[in-house]
């Protein structure tokens, strides 16, 4: 995710950037995403909480997703879009028979 590298660079970039917050940076995107184990979980779960570094970026990596997910809804709510993508689905059914 390029917003993403762009986050972990400022946050190197400070001073306060350690190597754990370098690691949990890398795999704050899957956290956030609800995609990271157990064991990932607590430990970027127990980071945030004493780094607060780190939970602004944690903070403007949800709000990023938030308006990602806002701009998908709001081409999903583009009847003509739908339509156009479910003729290519029909054009791409038909092509495999
Ligand atoms: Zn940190």
Not at 29 to 52: I, N, Q, T
Not at 74 to 96: E, K, N
Request: aromatic letters at 2%.
């Amino acid at each position: 995710m390029a917003s993403l590298s762009i986050q972990i660079e400022r946050h190197a970039g400070s001073e306060v950037a350690s190597p754990e917050c370098l690691a949990v940076l890398e795999c704050l995107d899957a956290y956030v995403d609800g995609e990271s184990s157990d064991a990932e979980v607590s430990r970027v779960g127990l980071h945030l909480v004493e780094c607060a570094e780190c939970r602004r970026a944690e903070h403007s990596l949800r709000r990023l997703i938030e308006t990602v997910r806002h701009s998908q809804l709001s081409v999903m709510a583009s009847r003509r879009l739908r339509l156009r993508v479910a003729q290519l689905f029909l054009a791409h059914d038909r092509s495999d028979d």
